[in-house]
T-cell receptor, first 109, second 113 residues
Framework: QKEVEQNSGPLSVPEGAIASLNCTYS??????FFWYRQYSGKSPELIMF????GDKEDGRFTAQLNKASQYVSLLIRDSQPSDSATYLC?????????FGTGTRLQVFP | EPEVTQTPSHQVTQMGQEVILRCVPI?????FYWYRQILGQKVEFLVS????????KSEIFDDQFSVERPDGSNFTLKIRSTKLEDSAMYFC???????????FGDGTRLSIL
């Protein structure tokens, strides 16, 4: 059974701080890695994707991938209250996405 | 920015009835998917669809489920005889070519009574 593991949280950070979200996956054949943001009752919204080892930055978001350790992370700099949501890690297995349970992030003013 | 559109947003149905959930993918997308999310649980893959046929399906996608893309635009998920445990959010997703990420529609909340 291919799995994606995330700490369910909540992760509470003050406004302006860096939020660090982590994810591990079991399938060494996974090639693509995604972070989605999901507000309560809404659909997953793509935040970042990464395919190669290392870091990928987009605005306040940085995705980090370490395939040897089967580890993906998302850093959110200058966290805002509007970033409060559940962050879903997803990896590809064949063509489909396997999701983790998500980490709930709370950013307090 | 183009979006994946799903209708209806909420469907309430009696157990045993058939439901059809509809999706209009982004026009240049080639690969289509259905996922579901039971309240409080993770998003689960149901089925992928490419070139007018199913590419892969999960154990959840049994004989009660079917998909089709009848007119080259709408992509539908049919559940023939709904069960209480089919109550969930159903998300349609699509993507373009290789290495393109999947984009999700707003979802249909299916409630089986």
């Amino acid at each position: 059974q291919k799995e994606v593991e995330q700490n369910s949280g909540p992760l509470s950070v003050p406004e302006g701080a860096i939020a660090s979200l982590n994810c591990t996956y079991s399938d060494r054949g996974s090639q693509s890695f995604f972070w989605y943001r999901q507000y309560s009752g809404k659909s997953p919204e793509l935040i970042m994707f990464i395919y190669s080892n290392g870091d990928k930055e987009d605005g306040r978001f940085t995705a980090q991938l370490n395939k040897a350790s089967q580890y993906v992370s998302l850093l959110i700099r200058d966290s805002q209250p509007s970033d409060s949501a559940t962050y879903l890690c997803a990896v590809t297995s064949t063509d489909k996405l396997i999701f983790g349970t998500g980490t709930r992030l709370q950013v307090f003013p | 920015e183009p979006e994946v559109t799903q209708t209806p947003s909420h469907q309430v149905t009696q157990m045993g009835q058939e439901v059809i959930l509809r999706c209009v993918p982004i026009s240049n997308h080639l690969y289509f998917y259905w996922y579901r999310q039971i309240l409080g649980q993770k998003v689960e893959f149901l089925v992928s669809f490419y070139n007018n046929e199913i590419s892969e399906k999960s154990e959840i996608f049994d004989d009660q489920f079917s998909v089709e893309r009848p007119d080259g635009s709408n992509f539908t998920l049919k559940i023939r005889s709904t069960k209480l445990e089919d109550s969930a959010m159903y998300f349609c997703a699509g993507r373009g070519g290789s290495n393109q990420p999947q984009h999700f529609g707003d979802g249909t909340r299916l409630s089986i009574l």
